[in-house]
């Protein structure tokens, strides 16, 4: 999981900083940022970090509002569940499928 420094971003993303990166980044490869093709390349992958980002600050309980109360002590099982994240190792976005079971004794869930 990437960690962000929240007092630094103050919960938002530094678009500047990314762009100012990727340059660095297009420099480095001996690619010329200012190059036709390249020139709001530098923009355009802090735009897409900043989406693909965009829930880093924000609390997953915002999000899991509905409970409901079960009486029963069974095995649930739900499969294919459908994820996406990002490799820290190397920037990139990622996504698949994966299963979960669980047994709650207790009465509450969240779905």
């Known amino acids: 999981m990437l960690h962000a420094k929240a007092s630094a971003l103050n919960g938002a993303i530094d678009q500047e900083k990314i762009a100012a990166g990727v340059r660095l980044i297009l420099e480095a490869i001996g690619e010329d940022p200012e190059r036709e093709g390249l020139r709001d390349t530098a923009t355009r992958v802090a735009k897409m970090y900043a989406e693909l980002f965009q829930g880093l600050h924000e609390n997953p309980r915002d999000y899991l509002t509905v409970l409901f109360d079960e009486q029963h002590d069974e095995m649930v099982l739900v499969k294919d569940i ?6 820290e190792h190397h920037l990139l976005p990622f996504h698949g499928k994966g299963p979960t079971s669980l047994t709650s ?6 779905g």
Request: aromatic residues 34%; contains cysteine.
């Open 82 to 87: 459908p994820f996406y994240s990002m490799c």
């Open 105 to 110: 004794r207790a009465a509450r869930w969240w």
